[in-house]
């Protein structure tokens, strides 16, 4: 059959027909090792390996340009709407109580903005303080809602942000060597965890000069003490002695502490994610390197036949690697009974047809 035709359409052979293939195929496997494989994958099913075809995944795309970033990313328009409302509203109604609200101001508005970031990202240096109850309330509702939309909402746009440049970083890295669009996506797929933290540590890097030059520059702090304060201020520690006193400053701040806090925990999210990635790995190189004994063959065969099949093997070694447990057996066997109409032990066509008319 071409492989024009439609998959959905095609009639599944029931098990006896296709017996004298599997065995012509198991004879042509002892001459070649790449038709060892005695499971197909399906055609609706996503791949599990990584063979990739050209079409998959274009990665010579040219970066992504600003005007373009709506229209590819409704999860960042969303984050964006959330910051917006969020910076809106926080700074309405600080301005509103700015009088209720003690310490070194400059500008109404930026004041309100600075203090709504502040507060949102939990620096709170103590420039600026709530002296009234009803700020204080205000103050309250907000570093909670602020900590969801950093924690839930920014980290995703913050990841979304980093994936787009890890493309460019493997480039970089692999810059005199010829390699083409499908070398960089296998090592993309292989190393992906790895490259988020190069590239979140170099942004972070960057953002972490850029503050301290600019405490320098126009805060006219010395070299040590805006260092301090760039620490304290990524680390939301906020102690307050040092921080962004004039208008220029507290302009600069209302973007760049958002943007180095958040990339700051980016950054200790991926390298957790790395280390449990790698603990995951080892176990999963030592569970295919490890000498295979009569014990595990009798724990694999699940159907007791005294024989093990290669999907029995392959869930049992799953198993073993912990990336599946009983439970989730037990919900895919339950699912494939509920679709084996016919109790055949074999799905067709016909059988997921009247299973849907059933339920």
Known sequence: MSSSAD???????????????????????RTTSSSKRRL??????????????DN???????PLHPSQLFNLNPNLRRVIMFLALYLTIGTLCFYLVRNQISGHKTNGVLDA?????????TVGYGDLVPSSSTSRLLACAFVFSGMVLVGHLLSRAADYLVEKQETLLVRAFHLRQSSG???????????????????TFLIFAVLFLAGTIFLVTFENMPVIEAFYCVC?????LGYGDKSFNSGTGRLFAVFWILTSTICLAQFLLY?????????????????LTRRITNNDLEAADLDEDRVVEAAEFIVY????????????????MEEFENLDYDESGNLTNSDIVLAQIQR
């Open 56 to 62: 998959d995944v274009k990665t010579d795309e040219p």
């Open 271 to 287: 390298v957790a994610e790395l280390n449990a990635e790698t603990k995951q790995r080892e176990l999963v190189k030592w569970v």
């Open 181 to 199: 669009p499908l070398d960089i996506l296998k090592e993309l797929q292989t190393n992906k965890l790895r490259y988020k933290c190069y590239v």
């Open 317 to 332: 070694k799953l198993k073993e690697m912990g990336k599946i447990d009983e439970k989730d057996i037990s919900g895919i």
């Open 232 to 236: 304290s201020t990524v680390t939301t």
């Open 40 to 53: 197909h994958r399906s055609r609706s099913a996503p791949r599990g390996d990584c063979t990739y075809d």
């Open 113 to 121: 903005v600075y203090f709504c970031v502040v507060t949102m990202t």
């Open 7 to 29: 998959p959905a359409r095609e009639p599944l052979l029931p098990k006896e027909q296709l017996d004298p293939m599997a065995q012509d195929f198991n004879t042509k496997s």
